[in-house]
């Protein structure tokens, strides 16, 4: 390319990056006035067809608050940044090497480079959401205060991947988020403000109650709704500084358009946007106001987009006129199959060709004067600037995830209605099995103990598997929402069991009064009473220790494959088919683990204390004459007294296995 041509190509590309509007294909003309506060703007440029004005959903909010305030400017800057990440064998192996740049409030920041290079390590390690057991040297500061968790408060995080909640509107999912994220002491006007404005600036409006997911056929969301959902998601807060993973993946020319401009619109607000994209588009590429360039974790460029084809050029790196000059830079620092080690070389020779240039000097001048600001600025105004956020209370939390939860449950059939219909089923058939038969006699003995097993087996199996599935489906939202600073393990687990527990009242109280009136057990209200409220303590039992297997492995098919081996243990120690007293001595440590022994135990206690008049009739020789309620007791190694100490024994269970679910729950969100 002759040195006319790449002037002219350079001028190009400066034209196009100082106005954005005149290769857009969304035509956004004046960015300057591109305000997110005022929605006619963006919906009239980007969705024109479907909202032409600002009619607001709550309007009384909107006068007595009026406008909204404009973000508080960040200025991100990082020096001598080296990323590490620990291997298996306890090595560290380096994905970002040696760093420095900056970014400024009202610019929209570009991180590429070619798979590998090191850009959402990089931009983790900016938004200190970096994984367990990342290993970081170097200096991150925002607005002169050396960042930390206050990141999550200060600064918005747009994932590749969007994950939600399937079950919810967008509006509920939106309400749940603004009571989550948002500074406690925002009012509710404000925040049904600010989901109000989010709705009508993102074009959401429209599909506000439309589920997420949708189930049984029902209208979802598009990939277009979805990632702006997740942008507005992050906006709830207004942050002042934004990370975008991957914006435009999944979505077409045109989606990625309007959401691209949207960034850039935030940008204009005074927003600082950070985000990794792959190979865009020219037009996509007009609306960034900085381009960095990453390579084997070094930085092959920073500056505009002009100053890197100049800067390549200079290198003797030419590219053609029909090339996307984007798409030639990830060329050019892209691994080559089959000559890996001359394009390392390459690679190297342009990084450090880049660190000598006068634009890395200008860029290091720039971080050094914001690092020497921060030096010489009063700590007091720093810790302010770090404190500043009031998290919501564990206990508003815990409500509002009580609820979510609750919605999951009341709009999923499988958890809730279908269940329930199959316990009345299973009820009936079992207690007709034993309709009749719970008479005083040696016969009536084995039936009445058959019938008590029904009950204990039935509120233990089925919901013990039932919950097992529900973490590891789960767990990358948690995880998310988790390192994203909107509440704590324990808070997210206590609000799941609390969502659980009306279910786990319902379904054996329905299931053991069906089978004990049809099978006829002992009528009287201490004893019907006692049973009932015993099954229900089975029942929480048996979901805590699935929640547990369900919390400590990290799919449904392992949990499985230690678990039946489990339940065949606590089964056979149950008292049911073996005698407690003949089981050998080194494995009978199991029965204490048993809450179906305990049970067992319990139920049989209140069934047969007290009867004296079993009948018995003349029986073949050597076969047993039970002739009142401690004989029967006494045969299966049971003891009239222990009532209450088995009742305590299954509340004890019922907290340890939460316990442990509970740990094993934080152990591994420590791992991710």
Not at 326 to 335: E, G, Q, R
């Amino acid at each position: 390319m002759s040195k006319g041509k790449s002037g002219d190509r350079a001028k190009s590309l400066r034209k196009v990056s100082r106005n954005p509007s005149t290769n857009n294909a969304s035509n956004v003309s004046s960015m300057e006035s591109y305000d997110l506060s005022t929605t006619d703007i963006v919906l009239e440029e980007a969705w024109p067809s479907r909202c032409y004005k600002f009619d607001p959903l709550h309007p009384e909010v909107e006068d007595i608050l009026g406008s909204s305030q404009s973000p508080r400017p960040c200025t991100l800057v990082w020096r001598d940044l080296s990323v590490h990440i620990k291997l298996k064998d306890g090595k560290l192996k380096r994905l970002v090497n040696n760093v420095s740049g900056i970014a400024k409030p009202g610019t929209l920041v570009a991180l590429m480079g070619a798979s590998g290079a090191g850009k959402t390590t990089l931009m983790t390690a900016l938004a200190h959401r970096s994984p367990v057991g990342t290993v970081m040297e170097g200096e991150i500061a925002m607005n002169g205060v050396a960042i930390g968790d206050f990141m999550h408060q200060e600064s918005g995080y747009m994932h590749q991947d969007e994950l939600f909640v399937e079950n919810l509107t967008v509006i509920e999912h939106l309400t749940i988020m603004a009571r989550l994220r948002m500074d406690r002491s925002t009012t509710s006007l404000m925040r049904k403000r600010r989901v109000n404005q989010l709705l009508r600036q993102l074009a959401l409006y429209g599909s506000r109650y439309t589920r997420i997911g949708g189930l049984d056929g029902r209208k979802t969301l598009s990939g277009g709704e979805r990632k702006r959902l997740a942008f507005a998601t992050e906006l709830l807060t207004d942050p002042g500084l934004l990370f975008c993973d991957e914006p435009t993946t999944g979505l077409d020319s045109s989606s990625a358009q309007k959401l691209m401009s949207l960034l850039r619109a935030s940008a204009v607000q005074g927003k600082t946007v950070i985000c990794t994209i792959h190979q865009p588009s020219s037009e996509l590429m007009a609306l960034f106001d900085k381009l960095v360039l990453l390579a084997e974790g070094r930085v092959a460029f920073a500056g505009n987009a002009s100053g890197a084809l100049n800067f390549f050029e200079s290198l003797g790196y030419h590219c053609p006129l029909t090339y996307n000059p984007t798409d030639y830079f990830i060329k050019v620092l892209s691994l080559t199959p089959g000559s890996e080690s001359a394009s390392r070389q390459a690679i190297k020779s342009i990084c450090d060709r880049f660190a000598v240039s006068d634009a890395a000097k200008e860029l290091d001048m720039e971080i050094h004067l914001e690092f020497h600001l921060r030096d010489n600025e009063d700590e007091t105004v720093k810790r302010d600037k770090a404190d500043s956020f009031k998290p919501p209370f564990f206990f508003i939390k815990m409500m509002w995830l009580v609820y979510r939860h609750a919605l999951i449950i009341i709009r999923d059939p499988r958890v809730q209605f279908i269940r329930i219909l199959q316990k009345l089923a299973i009820a009936l058939t079992a207690g007709l099995c034993f309709l009749g038969t719970a008479h005083l006699t040696q016969s009536g003995v084995q039936d009445v103990q058959g019938a008590l097993f029904i009950i204990i087996a039935e509120n233990t199996f089925s919901p013990m598997y039932s919950v097992l599935h529900m973490f590891p489906e789960e767990f990358p939202l948690f995880n998310r929402e988790l390192k994203a600073g909107l509440y704590s393990t324990p808070v997210y687990y206590t609000a799941r069991m609390i969502a659980l527990f009306p279910g786990l009242v319902v379904e054996p109280t329905l299931f053991t009064l069906v089978v004990y009136f049809i099978a006829g057990l002992r009528s009287t209200v201490y004893a019907c009473g006692l049973t009932l409220f015993l099954s229900i303590l089975v029942l929480n039992v048996a979901i805590a220790c699935g929640s547990f297997f369900s919390c400590a492995f990290g799919s449904m098919p392992v949990a499985i494959a230690y678990l039946v081996p489990f339940d065949y243990a606590l089964m056979m120690t149950s008292g049911l088919f073996v005698r407690l007293s003949s089981i050998p001595k080194y494995i009978s440590w199991i029965r204490h683990l048993s809450w179906l022994m305990y049970s067992n135990e319990a139920m049989s206690i209140l069934q047969w204390d007290g009867v004296q008049n079993i009948t018995c009739l003349e029986t073949s020789p050597g076969m047993p004459c039970l002739s009142n309620g401690m004989e029967v007791l006494n045969r299966y190694d049971f003891e009239s007294d222990r009532l209450w100490t088995d009742v305590t024994a299954l509340l004890v269970l019922y907290l340890a296995f939460h316990l442990l679910a509970l740990l094993a729950l934080r152990h591994r969100t420590r791992r991710k």
